[in-house]
């Protein structure tokens, strides 16, 4: 993706989402028509600890203006401690972007549960104004 696109020429965000538990909430936020920027991208796992804080980083050196990380959160069927994990690598994918010299507000992360279609539009919603405000220079976002 090329950020001199027509297309992505607003802020996009790159969504990892995972399979069983925030992709039918996020399908639902689709499916019922919910509005929140069609630069949204999602690609989907089984479990939001197979997440290499490093594709965070190569995601936003390639063009994408944020990264949010929709957990499992306490619903993961596969890692007892999913949250801690989960937190853990979004904040070493956030000291990753301080080396290399990208703003740490452009990686998110939140619990989004199967029926949480609401909170992902919210998420959406807030996480693009804020990347908005940081790509015209607000040092408030």
């Known amino acids: 993706m090329k950020k ?12 990892f989402s995972t399979e069983s538990i925030s992709d039918p909430g ?8 919910m509005d929140y920027p069609v630069t949204v991208s999602v690609i989907s796992l089984p ?7 490093r594709w965070i980083v190569f995601a ?7 990264v949010f990380v929709a ?6 069927s596969f890692i007892e401690d999913c949250t801690k994990r989960t937190g ?19 990686v998110k992360m939140a619990a989004i549960c199967s029926v949480c279609s609401e909170a992902f539009q919210k998420h959406m919603k807030n996480f693009h104004s804020a990347l908005t405000a940081l ?5 408030e976002a």
């Open 4 to 15: 001199d696109s027509a297309v992505y020429n607003r802020p996009s965000i790159l969504v």
């Open 26 to 33: 996020i399908d639902l936020a689709g499916a019922s028509h």
């Open 47 to 53: 479990c939001s600890t197979g997440i290499d804080p």
């Open 60 to 66: 936003l050196k390639q063009g994408f203006s944020g």
């Open 71 to 76: 957990a499992d959160g306490m619903d993961c």
């Open 88 to 106: 853990d690598i979004v904040a070493r994918a956030q000291e990753l972007c301080k080396q290399e010299g990208i703003d740490p507000k452009r």
């Open 135 to 139: 790509e015209q220079g607000d040092d």
